[in-house]
């Protein structure tokens, strides 16, 4: 009767969200000088619902019992499946009201950074494999420029522990890890040719062409809609009946295709000769930080919190990589993992973060249709929003760090996990998302993973990870110390005898008294590893004691913030991209110039000869202070040199012409602004060093030197 209610309210919700979406198809047609949240709110309200059933079959299904119980897991099931899908569409709606980023081209940026080397893909002399990018001269710098930046803002503000772990890693790490078993996409692929296709973007890219083929009915449009919502929840077998549902064939050969498999994304590989060591390319930073932490708990003192960092390159072998620098197979990638004491997340420096301003996009908003509020971090954990201090303070200072390198506050978000995405073991997760082209992609996950990872290298390896807490005043604790008699068990057991010793040697306490007590009422029965072995009193001994201890043993939690550098880096890109105003054709990039890859241009007016001294001097003071800097003594007018430098996100430019030989000064020009100052040559380069440092901001320069005009006057447009 149970289920049979449910499926009733089943109905009646289901039909309850065919008029809600029908309504919010209606609305959204039609925006034309209409409230965005008029037109979202039967999209939130869809959401809603769906939440609602889902929290209520949750809570359903964990009184129930039997077939009762079995039947509400598989309803809960779908109607997860539901939610996601009704919170993908109030996303595309979101997007489709949101105002655009005016005149911005995608592939216009795409032929900036192509042009001018940024980065490209590699090994453009052979047949192309997807998923692979070499850095330019430009990307090059502004990845270092951003990494030590990063390691400015965490590294040694926090007087973090930086390591640089291998990158071969063997399979019992990963397997402990859980990525042996877990790490996995679905698989298809021509039964011809072999190629091979992740499943749920061949349906995705199939059902998309389907839809806007001319000829094809309603009902299969409106079907290709449904499947298309729920794809990212789609298991093996839903896959493969969507992909015989709609014939799909090899988008290459029109061969038939494989039924979906799981294939692992990891490199394999063998470290040494031969198969010695089976091993993987590792698919991220962490495990090394980990396998580490009693070298670095010793290094620290024994203290505990503290937070070790690594940089370095990670590798997933995408099945179909794309989205440029979005989905590759090799890239960089930024780790922190601050190790606390679990039952004390308190952050000693969380008050200096505590009113700094968070776009939150809650999981409860997310299940009620809501929308992203801003939130002072602070007040967001005493609510318990955010699940400690520690996971807060880094929620903000990964904030402020985006901010610093460019990224568009109003482009910039905090997702929370949902229960049903978020790993069984963390506490509370957040994603630092940036709003591109592409939607809204994930740059930084900021997650409290509890204890996990410790735990599981401690039981693979039957190794202490654990710290000390020190106690506020000592404490009588119990002993037992078991004595196994060898011989007696080796005579008895052979070969097992190694099972059985390593069991005992490993007993706590309580079974060690549960098993003496045992042993004296007569011979007892131990099972390990489907073993069973017969024990006596004469093959073991227990010796129980007492003594004073200072300290108790715990295994530490972790909060790990993990940026991945190259969507960082792209998602900066598109924010920074502009057109100057009137001259919608003359793109540069306004990058900030903490990061931009080259931080002052040297341009002589002209090629006269009398300038090469000045351009030597100046290029030897710059250097002197540290300030790197591009000579472009090329052809062409001062104006299209300048329009070059901005390209590439050169924030100053430093222009020699006739007056400097009379006066020994040169003009600074600003990139963003472009405006001009004249400044004393012997001035420039601490002037130029403490620009970049950010000591010195554009507007006291323009108070203390006299403004030069006459080059440019129109202004930048944002």
Request: glycine share 6%.
């Amino acid at each position: 009767m149970l289920v049979v209610r449910h499926l009733i309210r089943s109905v009646h919700r289901q039909l309850a969200h065919t008029r809600i979406y029908s309504m919010a198809e209606k609305t959204v047609g039609d925006l034309t000088g209409a409230d965005p949240e008029i037109a979202l709110a039967p999209y939130r309200s869809a959401v809603k619902q769906a939440g609602l059933r889902v929290q209520q079959v949750r809570l359903n299904a964990q009184g129930a019992t039997g077939t009762d119980k079995l039947d509400l897991q598989t309803e809960l099931t779908q109607c997860v499946s539901q939610l996601r899908a009704k919170q993908k569409e109030l996303q595309e709606a979101e997007l489709k009201v949101r105002p655009q980023q005016s005149n911005f081209s995608r592939t216009k940026l795409e032929q900036l950074l192509k042009r001018r080397f940024f980065y490209a893909p590699s090994f453009p002399l052979y047949p192309s494999v997807a998923g692979l990018f070499d850095y330019g001269p430009m990307g090059c710098a502004l990845k270092a420029n951003l990494l030590s930046e990063w390691r400015r803002h965490f590294v040694l503000a926090e007087q973090m522990l930086e390591v640089d772990c291998t990158v071969l890693t063997p399979e019992p790490i990963l397997r402990a890890s859980g990525h042996v078993d877990k790490f996995t996409d679905y698989m298809v692929h021509d039964t011809v040719s072999g190629e091979c296709f992740r499943a749920d973007h061949l349906l995705e890219a199939a059902l998309e062409r389907i839809k806007a083929d001319k000829k094809t009915k309603e009902d299969v449009k409106k079907r290709c809609d449904e499947l298309l919502r729920v794809l990212d929840n789609l298991g093996q077998e839903e896959l493969r009946s969507a992909i015989m549902e709609f014939n799909i064939t090899s988008p290459s050969t029109g061969n038939p295709l494989s039924e979906p498999n799981e294939f692992n994304l990891m490199f394999p590989t063998n470290i040494g000769p031969g198969k010695q060591v089976s091993g993987y390319l590792r698919p991220e930073t962490a495990q090394g930080i980990f396998v580490n932490f009693k070298r670095l708990l010793e290094f620290n003192g024994g203290k505990l919190p503290f937070a070790a960092a690594q940089i370095g390159q990670a590798f997933r072998n995408e099945i179909s990589p794309g989205s440029g620098l979005l989905r590759v197979r090799e890239f960089t990638l930024a780790e922190i993992e601050h190790f606390v004491d679990p039952t004390d997340k308190s952050h000693h420096k969380f008050s200096q973060v505590a009113d700094t301003e968070l776009c939150l996009f809650s999981g409860c908003a997310q299940m009620e249709g809501g929308s992203a509020q801003r939130l002072g971090i602070g007040e967001a954990v005493e609510t318990g929003l955010v699940a400690n201090q520690t996971l807060g303070y880094f929620m903000a200072r990964i904030h402020l760090f985006l901010l610093k390198v460019g990224a568009d506050s109003g482009r910039l978000r905090f997702r929370q996990h949902l229960s049903n995405e978020m790993a069984h073991y963390a506490t509370d997760c957040w994603d630092a998302e940036l709003l591109t082209s592409y939607g809204w992609i994930e740059c930084v996950g900021c997650a409290d993973r509890s204890c996990y990872d410790l735990h599981a290298h401690a039981i693979a390896t039957k190794s202490n990870v654990s710290a000390k807490r020190l106690l506020p005043e000592p404490v009588s604790v119990e002993t037992v110390e078991v004595i196994p008699n060898k011989p007696a068990i080796a005579k008895i057991y052979k070969a097992d005898s190694k099972v059985l010793l390593e069991h005992l040697s490993s007993i706590e306490l309580p079974e060690a008294k549960q098993l003496e007590g045992s042993l004296k009422q007569g011979p007892t029965a131990v099972t390990i590893k489907d073993l069973t072995f017969q024990l006596e009193t004469s093959m073991v001994q227990f010796k129980f004691d007492s003594k004073m201890v200072h300290h108790t043993d715990y295994t530490p939690g972790v909060i790990e913030p993990s940026f991945g550098i190259g969507r960082i880096l792209y998602a900066i890109l598109e924010h920074n991209f502009q057109g100057r105003e009137g001259d919608e054709n003359r793109n540069w990039l306004s990058l900030p110039s903490c990061i931009s890859p080259c931080a002052c241009s040297v341009l002589p007016i002209s090629s006269n000869e009398s300038f090469d001294p000045y351009i030597e001097r100046i290029s030897s003071g710059l250097a002197e202070v540290g300030v790197s800097h591009k000579v472009d003594d090329s052809g062409g007018s001062i104006g299209k040199r300048y329009a070059r430098t901005d390209e590439i996100a050169i924030p100053f430019g430093i222009t020699i012409d006739f007056d400097t030989l009379k006066y020994d000064s040169v003009t600074m020009r600003e990139r963003n602004s472009m405006k001009q100052v004249r400044i004393p040559l012997s001035e420039i380069p601490e002037v130029a060093a403490q620009l970049i440092a950010g000591r010195l901001n554009w507007s006291r320069v323009c108070e203390k030197y006299p403004i030069f005009t006459g080059q440019e006057a129109s202004g930048a447009k944002k």
